[in-house]
């Protein structure tokens, strides 16, 4: 899941999505906070589905290849069927596990790491890793992320 410290700005990236592979630019450098998205370049979603497909599992394949938040956080919640897709969301029973993608209002980012009371999520945005909390209550988590994003869900995909 180190992808993101190996993309070049200014480089074209396959990002496979609805069934075709589309060329996306790099445009934002290492350490940069403030983005604004742009369609046409390699952006949070589009590291998400570079990754796990680098990884073997491509989610365009699974019909959870959305460019959007928004868009992959539905195809999860609605595809979810506790074999091959996972969807958790925020207060569910399963426990969040390295390799989850986490849904937030607005973005998504990849859990690389999972203890009893912590996670470390990397993003592409800022391409960097980050520090979050994790609380179980009774038989409920709360996932909770450094920067205060409001964090939705968590989900996976198992190809068969």
Partial sequence: MSAYENLEVGRKYPVRTGGTTLQLEVVYPKGTHDTISDYNSFMCSDYVLYSYTEAGYDLSEAGLGSRTTS????????????ENISFTPQGGTTAPKVGDIAFLQG?????????DTSVIYTQF???NHYSGKLTKQGNSYQLDISWGG???????YYPR
């Avoid at 973005?107 to 203890?115: K, R, W, Y």
């Avoid at 409001?150 to 996976?156: A, N, Q, R, S």
């Fill in 71 to 82: 868009g992959m956080l539905e195809a999860f919640r609605s595809n979810a069927n506790g």
């Fill in 107 to 115: 973005h998504i980012s990849i859990l690389t790491e999972v203890t």
């Fill in 125 to 127: 945005n800022a391409r």
């Fill in 150 to 156: 409001k964090v939705l869900g968590w989900g996976f």
